[in-house]
Nanobody, 128 residues
Framework: QVQLVESGGGSVQAGGSLRLSCAAS????????VGWFRQGPGQEREEVAR????????YSADSVKGRFAVSQDDAKSTIYLQMNSLRPEDTAMYYC?????????????????????WGQGTQVTVSS
């Protein structure tokens, strides 16, 4: 079992920054696929970033490219989502999710259903 705990959400004004954290535990191997997703009120869940913690894969959705970046701290088993130049349309509940597997499994994941373990979410609210 993998346990994920997100933190770092909050309320900011447009143009501000937040850094979300996703602390992972319960998995003995430090190579896995992590996705950051968000879901606003009445909206579909959207993947905004993905990385393979073993290296070689980082992805940002077009909607956040150049503003959001995913990174990791292996010592802390924590994945971060740095969010800059926030916009009101970034307002959503943000989730991290893990898919156990190899690099190719991470690369080929096509939807949120491919991710097995999910955190409880952290709310991000951006005001204009």
């Amino acid at each position: 079992q993998v346990q994920l705990v997100e933190s770092g959400g909050g309320s900011v004004q447009a143009g501000g920054s937040l850094r979300l954290s996703c602390a992972a535990s319960g998995y003995a191997v430090n190579k896995y696929c992590v996705g950051w997703f968000r879901q606003g009120p009445g909206q579909e869940r959207e993947e905004v970033a993905r990385m393979y913690t073993g290296g070689g894969l980082q992805y940002s959705a077009d909607s956040v490219k150049g503003r959001f970046a995913v990174s990791q701290d292996d010592a802390k088993s924590t994945i971060y989502l740095q969010m800059n130049s926030l916009r009101p349309e970034d307002t959503a509940m943000y989730y991290c999710a893990v898919k156990i597997g190899r690099w190719l499994d991470c690369y080929s994941a096509s939807s949120s259903y491919d991710f097995t373990y999910w955190g409880q979410g952290t709310q991000v609210t951006v005001s204009s």
